[in-house]
């Protein structure tokens, strides 16, 4: 079992701090988002633990807030049990992030204050409560030393800007955006000055080539969902199974009806597993032999240049991907090098059918794919580009900040387990265990955390899920 941090908890440096950059100027980043923890139907959770790594390697010091029993970690924990959040903690164990239980008025803008005077950075991802998104905006005007950002992963500028305007993103500092189609729409529509296309990446230490027996020929991890994309998905992957019988195809993701799941096994021969954490992918891409991009509708008619974060992941770990058409405005790969496209179902079953035969042309594609992300599309080259940002919005005020020298002297990550008994500091909350996971022994003369044992990924029979909204 394993414990998290929550509100007032300090948190001690990083288990293995050799591996960081010594940053004499690091910054204090704080990133307020859905969930760390869990990427069930939360593919924002991947980015950001890819952003915390890059930082932490930077030499920065950054800490995530999460609120308590959000809506991504509360169907974690009912689908697949508290384990699901030792196995996260498993997989990546210098990050803990801090729970906060809900707030509002008074009493959000004072939890805030004391973060915000501790902070350089501060980044508010858009799947968020609005008024802590608002709050932010509002709040960082107080601190001259303090740049705000706001994150946008998502499209309801697009769908929904009314929703979106009312968080008066005009307080922050700056948007980001994940597409550039995104990114005109708020400088266009919502006349914001500071709006930059920072686009979603892998993080190449996690996804990764592995040698492993081939279990499928072609796999799919992606969810259902909302009707952007259920028809074509039924043309393009069930069909395509149905058609290629001598062929094995695996699907997997969240949020397919029973019906859905009933096609699948008959007459389209899918093999439907459900779920399995994000960092479980790269096994399961490493036990196929090419993986399908079906894009959303939304992405292939007015949001432009907008692949999804499945796409990075895939090609890091040297898959062969197929993908039908999608506009990439800027240039992020090479159409026919760096993946496959197609252009109707007969296209499809023909490209599969050939690269199921041709171990020299997946190789070929998935290394060309593989060194296209190292060299431009690493969650470090999306971090750098972050922080670039704020050196340049910090150089257009009149007086830029000096940054405060509180807590350089070396890397201090709120993702690092707690030692027990101490870093608390005076009147600090202690860290609480999340719900129906054990917490472990604090005090003066507790014994100090264990390591976790190692937690293989989840079997390939147990499925993975997109993560994207």
Known sequence: MTMLPRDGA?????????????????????????????????????????????????????????????????????????????????????????????????????????????????????????????AVGRLGGEYPHLTTLFHDTHYRAYSEPATMRALDLARYDAVLAFSPSITAIYRRDFGLPHVYTVHEAADPDLFRPLDRPKQQDVVFVGNWGDRDRNETMREYVFAPSAALPDLRFALYGVRYDATTQQAMRDPYHVDYRGWAANYAAPEIYAASRMSLHIPRGQYTTALYGTPTIRVFEV???????????????????????????????????????????DDTARAEIGAHARATILARHT???????????????????????????????????????????????????????????????????????????????????????????
């Open 379 to 469: 969650c470090r080259h999306r971090t750098e580009q972050i922080l670039d940002i704020v050196a340049a919005l910090r150089a257009d005020r009149p007086h830029p900040p000096t940054p405060s020298p509180e807590g350089r002297g070396g890397v201090r990550w709120a993702i690092s387990p707690l030692p027990s008994g101490e870093g608390s500091g005076e009147g600090a909350a202690q860290p609480q265990p999340l719900p129906a996971i054990s917490p472990l022994p604090s005090g003066e003369g507790a014994a100090q955390p264990q390591p976790l044992p190692a937690i293989s990924p989840p079997p390939l029979g147990e499925g993975a899920g997109e993560g994207a909204r």
């Open 10 to 134: 300090e948190v001690a440096p990083s288990a293995n701090p050799q591996s960081a950059i010594r940053n004499p100027q690091s910054q204090r980043v704080a990133i307020f988002g859905q969930s760390l923890i869990s990427d069930w139907n939360h593919g924002n959770a991947h980015f950001l633990r890819g952003v915390m790594r890059a930082l932490g390697q930077l030499g920065h010091a950054v800490t995530f807030y999460e609120q308590e029993n959000n809506w991504a970690l509360t169907h974690l924990i009912a689908e697949q049990g508290p384990d699901a959040v030792t196995a996260f903690a498993a997989a990546f164990p210098t990050m803990r992030p801090v729970l906060y239980p809900p707030r509002s008025g008074a009493a959000l803008d004072d939890w805030l204050r004391g973060i915000l005077v501790e902070t350089d950075i501060a980044l508010v991802h858009e799947w968020q409560e609005p008024e802590l998104i608002r």
């Open 315 to 357: 090609l890091a770990c040297g898959l062969p991907l197929i993908s039908l058409p999608w506009s990439d405005s800027d240039g992020l790969f090479t159409a026919g090098q760096d993946y496959l496209v197609v252009h109707d179902q007969a296209a499809m079953i023909a490209t599969i059918r050939r690269l199921a035969a």
